[in-house]
């Protein structure tokens, strides 16, 4: 089992930054991979970046150069720097753990994720 913990959202204006944090317990933290997925109202839940547990990172193209994903493994924490924020960025992000074997490319994918966390909502004004 894996508890997921987000939190660091809130309300900011255009272009503005804000720093998410995902705090995860309950298995070993540096054993897997952790993504953060965002839900806009009446959209899908949208993959936003990732980080494996050797640190490599993916991103999705509408936020690369703006956002950086980073974790620090003693801290069992997980973090979205996000910089330059435009309001289409407006959402409930969302982290995610993926326990399963450390391969494929399919990072993108929020199928291959095994436990969420609750959600941070992140508002961007114009």
């Known amino acids: 089992q894996v508890q997921l913990v987000e939190s660091g959202g809130g309300l900011v204006q255009t272009g503005g930054s804000l720093n998410l944090s995902c705090a995860a317990s309950g298995r070993t933290f540096s054993g897997y991979c952790v993504g953060w997925f965002r839900q806009a109202p009446g959209k899908e839940r949208d993959f936003v970046a990732a980080?494996?547990?050797?640190?490599?990172?993916y991103y999705a193209d509408s936020v690369k150069g703006r956002f950086t994903i980073s974790r620090d493994n003693a801290k069992n924490t997980v973090y979205l720097q996000m910089n330059s924020l435009k309001p289409e960025d407006t959402a409930v992000y969302y982290c995610?753990?993926?326990?399963?074997?450390?391969?494929?490319?399919?990072?993108?994918?929020?199928?291959?994720?095994?436990?969420w966390g609750q959600g941070t909502q992140v508002t961007v004004s114009s």
């Open positions: 995610a753990a993926d326990i399963g074997p450390d391969y494929g490319n399919n990072w993108s994918d929020r199928r291959r994720y095994d436990y």
């Open positions: 980080i494996r547990r050797g640190g490599s990172t």
